[in-house]
Each structure stands twice: as C-alpha cells, then as structure tokens.
C-alpha cells in the first residue's frame, strides 16, 4: 500500500473511530477507567516500573486520574508530555496535578510548567499512551501529528513499555502503518490485556 493510500485509510479509521469512541457516556467511561487501572495495576511492568509517563486526557480519551494517582502515591515518579516550540514533545516529572496549565500551543491540553529537562538518558520504564485505536499487532493510531511517534524513535529504552490504553470497542483487526510509526508493547482495555510480539520473553531477558 502507498504513503498516500496509508494516510488515506488512516484518515478513515480516526474518523470511524472517533465517532464510536465520542458516543462513550461519562459513566460507562469513568467505569472502564476503573477496570484499565486494575489491570494495570496487576501487570508486572507497572509494578516494576520506577518512572511512568502518562497524559492528561482530552475530549473522549480514556480518563487517568486514578492512574496518576496511583503512580504518585505508590513511591514512583510521573512524567507528562509538553510540546515544545519547536514542534517536539518532552516528558516533564509532575509532583502535583496542581502543577498543570494548558498548554501554549494546544490549550485543551494541560501541561507540566517550569524547566523540564530529559527525564532519563535510559527512557521511562513504562510510557503509558492515548490512543483513538490499537491493532492486535501494537499498531497505534493517534491524531496524525505524530509526537509520539518521534518522541519514542531514539528515546525507547530497551526495558521502556509503551502500553495504550482504550476502550475494547477501539480494538481492530489492522490499522495501515507507515516505517516510522512506533507500535506499541501493551494494549489494556476494560476488558483484556493483551501483550504485543513477545514482549513479555523480551522483558525477562533484560531484567
């Protein structure tokens, strides 16, 4: 499939998706939150894991509140996503949710404020991502700009997790990928836990 074909069938699966994904009431949403936490909670990767990059949601994204919590409450360090002026993203440490303003460039986004520098030369131990849809196979599908895919290109340590989180009714069979889209290790849903390619022999190996 050409460049031009993936974009286009990417276009068509955020529309699709999107839709079904807005159509999501408060209260369903807020119990699947719940669900997706406990398992995260159960999963050896979080547990294990010291520093977690996580987002705050926007519109219909799943809503983490309970997972930030958990992380700042459980000794471990939480890292959200800024963009940058120069169109780059950068995980800031949050100590405090309090800390957050909206952000310069997307401002129904909220942001970490202050200095941030590189949080780990090794990259964050789990990196837990939005998502509009998952493939079986760790395809992502985000919003098209990118930043995640970029972020994670030369900065993925070889122990990081990339784990999306989402609603089962996002879950497809095939989502079009270009070379450059970074796939993803874990997808969690209020309903499965499913682990991508083996990566579940490749953490074991380098622990």
Do not use: N
Not at 73 to 83: A, F, M, N, T
Not at 112 to 128: F, K, N, Q, V
Not at 140 to 164: K, S, W
């Amino acid at each position: 499939m050409s460049s031009e074909r993936v974009q286009e069938e990417k276009s068509r699966l955020r529309r699709l998706l999107l839709e079904r994904r807005d159509a999501t009431s408060a209260e369903y949403a807020e119990i699947a939150a719940g669900r997706i936490l406990r398992r995260l909670l159960s999963c050896r990767e979080f547990s294990e894991a010291l520093t977690v990059g996580a987002y705050h949601p926007i519109g219909s994204e799943v809503p983490t509140r309970g997972i930030m919590s958990e992380v700042m409450s459980g000794g471990k360090e939480l890292y959200l996503p800024r963009v940058t002026d120069d169109e780059a993203m950068e995980f800031c440490r949050v100590r405090d949710v309090s800390e957050l303003r909206r952000g310069r460039r997307y401002s129904a986004i909220m942001e970490p404020t202050g200095p941030c520098a590189e949080a780990l030369s090794r990259g964050l131990d789990m990196i837990i991502v939005p998502s509009i849809a998952a493939s079986a196979d760790g395809c992502r599908l985000g919003y098209g700009r990118g930043y995640y895919d970029r972020y994670l290109e030369g900065r993925r340590g070889a122990a990081t997790t990339v784990c999306a989180i989402l609603y089962e009714k996002q879950v497809t069979k095939r989502i079009p990928a270009d070379p450059h889209d970074a796939r993803v290790d874990m997808i969690i849903t209020e309903k499965k836990t499913r682990y991508v390619g083996g990566r579940r022999e490749r953490a074991a190996r380098v622990r």
